[in-house]
Nanobody, 113 residues
Framework: QVQLVESGGGLVQPGGSLRLSCAAS????????MEWYRQAPGKQRELVAS???????NYAGSVKGRFAISRDNAKNTVYLQMNSLKPEDTAVYYC???????WGQGTQVTVSS
């Protein structure tokens, strides 16, 4: 099993940047697919980005070119670098270990002036 803890959320102005972290309780080398999701108030949870152990990444169209997902197996941590943030990026962001079907507790990101 694995536990995930997200951090790095907060309040940022439009156009700003944040980096989210997702720390895993076991070696990331044992987890093939790591994902970031987000859920805005009144909306369904949506997949934002994913990274495979091979390094292959995928992004939702709404964040492509602005967000970057990465994984550091030595630190057992997955990151989501978010640039050029927009108010519509406001949501609770969750990481997920697809292989285990496990979610973190989420971290709030608010983009507002």
């Amino acid at each position: 099993q694995v536990q995930l803890v997200e951090s790095g959320g907060g309040l940022v102005q439009p156009g700003g940047s944040l980096r989210l972290s997702c720390a895993a309780s076991r070696s990331l080398s044992s987890i093939n697919d790591m994902e970031w999701y987000r859920q805005a108030p009144g909306k369904q949870r949506e997949l934002v980005a994913s990274v495979h152990s091979s390094g292959t990444t995928n992004y939702a169209g709404s964040v492509k070119g602005r967000f970057a997902i990465s994984r550091d197996n030595a630190k057992n941590t997955v990151y989501l670098q978010m640039n050029s943030l927009k108010p519509e990026d406001t949501a609770v962001y969750y990481c997920r270990a697809l292989d285990f079907g496990v979610w973190g507790q989420g971290t709030q990101v608010t983009v507002s002036s």
